[in-house]
């Protein structure tokens, strides 16, 4: 795909990043089945992902775009090998996700509430993007709030909001 760069420079930077900013969030998009990408290719991006570590990842299967180099390229990975790749993927964060998030139980994490997702339930963001799920009503929106994580799935948290934990309303801090 032509990227400037190696795997090791990558690497590189990661655990410099990680270096200076311990609890450092990342997240990427990688296209499966790109024109000519081999399963020792592929092997390859997923030894990555499982190295790196991300605590998100946006998988999509390649599809011809005009006007990228790709487009030139032979479409030559079946439309059912990039599903399984996709798959194998998606699979593979899921679970990486779900322990990176169990380990946020018993914790407190800030969380700007920012959406109602029902009847006595609304909804944050930590610092680090976590979505957080947790009893509240439409007036918490736009509040931050100290919440005890209380439960963890792949994709988000819960939590309760301990008394007194919630700030007034005020823009979102930029961190």
């Known amino acids: 795909m032509r990227r400037g760069y190696t795997r090791r420079g990558y690497l590189e930077t990661i655990a410099l990043m990680r270096g200076r900013v311990p609890d450092l969030a990342l997240s990427s998009d990688v296209i499966a089945g790109y024109p000519g990408e081999t399963e020792e290719d592929f092997s390859s991006t997923v ?4 190295e790196v570590g991300y605590d998100g990842l946006f998988v999509f299967a390649y599809s011809p775009r005009p006007g990228t180099t790709a487009f030139r390229r032979q479409d030559d990975v079946p439309e059912e090998e990039k599903r399984r790749r996709v798959e194998v993927l998606n699979a593979q ?12 139980v018993g914790r407190r994490e800030r969380v700007l509430v920012d959406n109602v997702t029902g009847p006595g339930r ?4 930590t610092p680090h993007f976590r979505i957080v799920h947790l ?5 918490m929106l736009g509040r931050t709030a100290e919440v005890e994580i209380t439960g963890a799935g792949s994709n988000s948290l819960t939590g309760k909001l301990p008394n007194g934990s919630l700030t007034e309303a005020s823009p979102a801090p930029i961190l």
Do not use: E, F, I, T
């Open 93 to 104: 964060q899921q679970r990486a996700q779900r322990r990176r998030n169990a380990a946020h």
């Open 47 to 50: 030894d990555l992902v499982n």
């Open 135 to 139: 009893p509240g009503s439409a007036d």
């Open 122 to 125: 609304v909804a944050g963001r």
